[in-house]
């Protein structure tokens, strides 16, 4: 039987992928736990138009996130917390405390997701970390500084 599966499925498939799977599959546990549509002309040409919607946001998504690392681009974000005498920070800045920052101090909303760090900064100091969308790659400075 032919569906189209509406969620993730273990040893089964992806979000909107069409599969072949058995009847009983099917008919026993994949249907009335609404996890597959049955796929049909008109579900599939459904789930085309849908996926044509959801590429079109995304790179629209994409586009403005690029826009926003651009104006990131070449602009220094600081950020002040506690540390010790030997300038180890108290806790950790992670990608998170970036974001939060270039929040802050730009008005900026960029995910941290998209922020970069081969491992969280615990040092007081001056780190090139990337922002990353796609293919575009922005470096941004980040100052670490004491209270």
Do not use: W
Not at 114 to 123: A, F, M, T
């Amino acid at each position: 039987m032919k569906v189209i599966l509406l969620q993730d499925v273990p040893k089964v498939g992806k979000k909107y992928e069409v599969k072949e799977v058995k009847n009983g599959l099917a008919r026993n546990f994949l249907i009335p736990k609404k996890l597959v549509e049955i796929a049909t002309a008109g579900t599939l040409k459904k789930l085309e138009i849908f996926k044509e919607k959801n590429k079109q946001e995304e790179e629209e998504k994409n586009k403005a996130l690029r826009d926003t690392l651009s104006a990131l681009s070449n602009k220094t974000i600081t950020i002040t917390v506690r540390a010790g005498d030997m300038g180890s920070l108290f806790a950790k800045i992670t990608a998170k405390d970036i974001a939060n920052a270039i929040k802050k101090e730009y008005n900026v909303n960029l995910p941290e997701e998209l922020i970069i760090l081969e491992e969280p900064i615990k040092k007081i100091g001056e780190y090139d970390i990337v922002a990353e969308v796609g293919e575009k790659k922005e470096k941004l400075k980040v100052v670490i500084k004491a209270i």
